[in-house]
C-alpha cells in the first residue's frame, strides 16, 4: 500500500504595513467633572440671548426712520408703472459716459460771467462795434424749463432724477418725451444733477445743441438711450412693481399652503 506524501502548507509573507497609513488613536477630552453642561433656552425672560446684528430693533433718527419704512412700503404695495419705471435707471458705464458728455457743458462759473459782462461793458465805453455773441450750447435745467423745450421739440436729450420728491414733478416727463420722440433717460442722484448746474439738487436737464467735435459720441450714446428707454415704451407701461411679500408673512402664507394641501391628501386618500 501506497502512502500519499502529505501536502506542504504554503505560507504566505505578511507586507509591512505602510507607516504613513498608521491609525491616528482619538484622544478622549478631558473634561472636568465640576463643569456641568447645561443646555440653554433661549424663549422670553430666558437665557441670555446669542450675539447677533440688531439693527433692525434700534431706534435710528427720524429721517433715517422715514427713509427705511418708504423703502419697505415700496416693497409691500403694488407701484403701478409710472411711479415703477422710475426704479429703472440707466446702467453705470453708460450713465458714465453721459456725464462726462454733459461735464462740458455746465456753464459759465460766476467769476466768468462777470469777467464776461465787465469786457461788454468796457467794449461799450470805448464804442466798439461787436457783433452779438452766439449763445453757447449748455445744458437746460428745471421741470417748467425742460417741458417747454420738450412741447417745442428744441431738445435733443433730457435727463431726469430717478429720486424726486414728490415724484409727481417729474412723472409726466417720460410719457410726453415718448409721445414727442424726444430720447429720454432716468439717472440715479438729483444731487448729481444739481452738481452740474450748481445747485443743491435738479429734477431734470435738457441738452439742445452739441459742439461738432461732440457730436458722434452723442449720436451714440442717443441711439443707446432710445434703445433702453423709449423704444421699450409698451414693456414699461405694463411692468408693475412692489408686491413683495416680508419673510414672516411669506412664512405664515406657506404654512396654511402646506396645511391645506395636507387636508386635500387625507380627502383624497
Not at 424663549?43 to 427705511?68: A, E, H, M, N, T
Amino acid at each position: 500500500m501506497v502512502q500519499k506524501k502529505p501536502k506542504k502548507k504554503v505560507t504566505r509573507k505578511k507586507v509591512a504595513a505602510a507607516p504613513l497609513a498608521t491609525k491616528t488613536v482619538e484622544q478622549k477630552k478631558v473634561t472636568n467633572p465640576l463643569f456641568e453642561k447645561r443646555t440653554r433656552n433661549f424663549g422670553i425672560g430666558q437665557d441670555i440671548q446669542p450675539v447677533r446684528d440688531l439693527s433692525r430693533f434700534v431706534k435710528w433718527p427720524k429721517y433715517i426712520r422715514i427713509q427705511r419704512q418708504k423703502a419697505v412700503l415700496q416693497k409691500r404695495l403694488k407701484v403701478p408703472p409710472p411711479i415703477n419705471q422710475f426704479t429703472q435707471t440707466l446702467d453705470k458705464q453708460t450713465a458714465t459716459q453721459l456725464f462726462k458728455l454733459l461735464e462740458k457743458y455746465r456753464g459759465e462759473t460766476p467769476l466768468q460771467k462777470k469777467n464776461r459782462l465787465k469786457a461788454q461793458a468796457e467794449a461799450k465805453v470805448a464804442k466798439k462795434e461787436e457783433a452779438p455773441p452766439k449763445r453757447a450750447n449748455i445744458i437746460r435745467a428745471g421741470t417748467n424749463t425742460v417741458t417747454k423745450l420738450v412741447e417745442q421739440k428744441k431738445a435733443q436729450l433730457v435727463v431726469i432724477a430717478h429720486d424726486v420728491d414728490p415724484i409727481e414733478l417729474v412723472l409726466f416727463l417720460p410719457a410726453l418725451c415718448r409721445k414727442m420722440g424726444v430720447p429720454y433717460c432716468i439717472v440715479k442722484g438729483k444731487a448729481r444733477l444739481g452738481l452740474l448746474v450748481r445747485r443743491k439738487t435738479c429734477t431734470s436737464l435738457a441738452l439742445c445743441q452739441v459742439d461738432s467735435g461732440d457730436r458722434a459720441s452723442f449720436n451714440k450714446l442717443v441711439e443707446v438711450i432710445k434703445t433702453n428707454f423709449n423704444d421699450r415704451g409698451d414693456e414699461i407701461r405694463r411692468h408693475w412693481g412692489g408686491g413683495i411679500l416680508g419673510s414672516k408673512s411669506a412664512a405664515r402664507i406657506a404654512k396654511l399652503e402646506r396645511a391645506k394641501a395636507k387636508e386635500l391628501a387625507q380627502k383624497q386618500g
